[in-house]
């Protein structure tokens, strides 16, 4: 039974209960969120009881993901899996294990095994790798090739999984017919749309996405719908072939909560700033109030090696709107594969524009941190500091480096200090605030 079977009965599960307390809300508020499908919880039967539920969707704080994945460009498991932790240890909600290269069965089963949080995959990625493998080209891959894939992913246990199925012969010829600067960046949006102009086929995954919700709902596996119709630019955002793919969003949306199966929606890449709350809003409406996965959101082009900043201006913007689950962008956006550090800057930079939003939108909690750290300024106590900071080695390692003489105050002001002067002449009497 799925997770959204399971609210609509009025049978609180484990994993509604972990939510509720991990968000400090009443467990009935989980309850009637996953039932209406606002909340999903990505936690397929097939994890381990270990495995941490995570809640995404309406009232709850911002979530983060991660992304990591082999190549067959010289990135190997090992490394992979050195990032995954990275990835964890900074603060990641979820992990996508988005392999192109090497054994992609067991390199999926070693994030699964290993990942204490939900973990996500594209299986069009798979299934095209294999048809290349098995039969020399992409566009040889067969529907049952794409299902098999599903149902082989689905078996061991994945809890989300990103499914290009909102992609049609009339989303293509809408985008032939306007034209665009950047065409299609989504890979598994690419490798479908070869795929249905070599065979002048409908998309298999659209045209039987009633197989897909079977095989999502055996598994308790949630869908999030794939955006491969995306804007990769800022001149390509909110054109018609986007609007036309998202209306088709919104009809699976309603036959996967039909069929008891949670379900996202991936949005855009690239926006600019005076779209994103339009676009997160549209979104919201003609998709019901499902959860929404923003993939940045890139603010502007021109910054490649800084574009965890431009999707971090972006994320904040689009989840004080309402989005709700931000996938990070690294340092190596458009560049190449990520580092190590590249993953940790990513999922930091990700998890500050979260959390900004949830300020914004006053989630439960987000308030108490930040006055917690306002306090532990005031007082000078720079272990408090570092404990509530959300990278706590970094401003421990800053604070050692350049500010070694042992003041209480830092470098920058010394003697000076305003939050030091101020609290002596004010007799360091606490100040109260509203």
Same mark, same amino acid.
């Given at each position: 039974?799925?997770?959204?079977?399971?609210?609509?009965?009025?049978?609180?599960?484990?994993?509604?209960?972990?939510?509720?307390?991990?968000?400090?809300?009443?467990?009935?508020?989980?309850?009637?969120? @996953?039932?209406?499908?606002?909340?999903?919880?990505?936690?397929?039967?097939?994890?381990?009881?270990?495995?941490?539920?995570?809640?995404?969707?309406?009232?709850?704080?911002?979530?983060?993901?991660?992304?990591? %994945?082999?190549?067959?460009?010289?990135?190997?498991? +090992?490394?992979?899996?050195?990032?995954?932790?990275?990835? !964890?240890?900074?603060?990641?909600?979820?992990?996508?294990?988005?392999?192109?290269?090497?054994?992609?069965?067991?390199?999926?089963?070693?994030?699964?095994?290993?990942?204490?949080?939900?973990?996500?995959?594209?299986?069009?990625?798979?299934?095209?790798?294999?048809?290349? &493998?098995?039969?020399?080209?992409?566009?040889?891959?067969?529907?049952?090739?794409?299902?098999?894939? /599903?149902?082989?992913?689905?078996?061991?246990?994945?809890?989300?999984?990103?499914?290009?199925?909102?992609?049609?012969?009339?989303?293509?010829?809408?985008?032939?017919?306007?034209?665009? @600067?950047?065409?299609? @960046?989504?890979?598994? =949006?690419? *490798?479908?749309?070869?795929?249905?102009?070599?065979?002048?086929?409908?998309?298999?995954?659209?045209?039987?996405?009633?197989?897909?919700?079977?095989?999502?709902?055996?598994?308790?596996?949630?869908?999030?719908?794939?955006?491969?119709?995306?804007?990769?630019?800022?001149?390509?955002?909110?054109?018609?072939?986007?609007?036309?793919?998202?209306?088709?969003?919104?009809?699976?949306?309603?036959?996967?909560?039909?069929? =008891?199966?949670?379900?996202?929606?991936? %949005?855009?890449?690239?926006?600019?700033?005076?779209?994103?709350?339009?676009?997160?809003?549209?979104?919201?409406?003609?998709?019901?109030?499902?959860?929404?996965?923003?993939?940045? $959101?890139?603010?502007?082009?021109?910054?490649?090696?800084?574009?965890?900043?431009?999707?971090?201006? =972006?994320? $904040?913007?689009?989840? $004080?709107?309402?989005?709700? *689950? /931000?996938?990070?962008?690294?340092?190596?956006?458009?560049?190449?594969?990520?580092?190590?550090? #590249?993953?940790? &800057?990513?999922?930091?930079?990700?998890? !500050?524009?979260?959390?900004?939003?949830?300020?914004?939108?006053?989630?439960? +909690?987000?308030?108490?941190?930040?006055?917690?750290?306002?306090?532990?300024?005031?007082?000078? #106590?720079?272990?408090?500091? *570092?404990?509530?900071?959300?990278?706590?080695?970094?401003?421990?390692?800053?604070?050692?480096?350049?500010?070694?003489?042992?003041?209480?105050?830092?470098?920058?002001? =010394?003697?000076?200090?305003?939050?030091?002067?101020?609290? &002596?002449?004010?007799?360091?009497?606490?100040? &109260? $605030?509203?």
């Amino acid at each position: 039974m799925t997770q959204m079977m399971a609210a609509r009965e009025g049978r609180v599960t484990p994993e509604m209960t972990h939510v509720a307390r991990d968000e400090k809300v009443p467990v009935e508020v989980i309850l009637e969120g @996953v039932a209406r499908g606002t909340i999903i919880i990505p936690h397929s039967g097939g994890r381990s009881k270990a495995t941490r539920a995570v809640g995404i969707g309406r009232g709850l704080r911002t979530k983060v993901n991660a992304s990591v %994945g082999a190549s067959s460009e010289g990135s190997d498991a +090992g490394g992979e899996i050195d990032k995954l932790r990275v990835a !964890i240890s900074a603060g990641a909600d979820t992990i996508m294990e988005l392999s192109s290269g090497g054994d992609l069965d067991f390199l999926r089963r070693q994030v699964l095994e290993i990942a204490p949080v939900p973990v996500g995959t594209v299986p069009i990625y798979q299934a095209a790798l294999e048809a290349i &493998e098995q039969r020399g080209s992409i566009v040889d891959m067969t529907p049952e090739d794409m299902f098999e894939v /599903i149902e082989r992913q689905g078996a061991d246990g994945v809890d989300f999984m990103a499914i290009h199925c909102a992609l049609s012969l009339e989303v293509v010829a809408r985008l032939r017919q306007q034209g665009r @600067v950047a065409d299609i @960046v989504s890979r598994g =949006g690419a *490798f479908l749309t070869a795929w249905m102009l070599h065979h002048e086929r409908e998309n298999p995954l659209y045209e039987q996405f009633d197989r897909v919700l079977e095989i999502a709902k055996r598994h308790d596996v949630t869908l999030s719908i794939g955006d491969a119709i995306r804007p990769g630019c800022i001149a390509d955002s909110l054109d018609r072939a986007q609007v036309q793919g998202l209306l088709l969003v919104g009809e699976l949306v309603e036959r996967a909560r039909e069929a =008891g199966v949670q379900v996202m929606v991936e %949005g855009p890449g690239h926006v600019p700033v005076p779209q994103i709350e339009a676009t997160v809003l549209l979104e919201k409406q003609v998709c019901k109030g499902a959860p929404y996965f923003v993939l940045g $959101t890139l603010v502007t082009d021109i910054a490649p090696g800084y574009d965890h900043i431009t999707a971090a201006i =972006g994320g $904040t913007i689009a989840a $004080t709107a309402g989005a709700d *689950f /931000i996938c990070y962008v690294t340092p190596a956006e458009h560049l190449g594969l990520p580092s190590a550090q #590249d993953v940790r &800057e990513g999922v930091i930079a990700a998890r !500050i524009a979260a959390h900004a939003a949830d300020l914004a939108k006053g989630v439960k +909690g987000a308030w108490a941190w930040d006055l917690a750290m306002a306090r532990a300024r005031k007082a000078l #106590d720079w272990e408090a500091q *570092f404990r509530l900071a959300m990278d706590p080695d970094k401003p421990r390692r800053l604070r050692a480096e350049r500010s070694p003489g042992g003041s209480d105050a830092c470098s920058m002001c =010394g003697p000076h200090c305003a939050m030091k002067l101020i609290s &002596e002449y004010l007799g360091r009497k606490e100040i &109260e $605030t509203c």
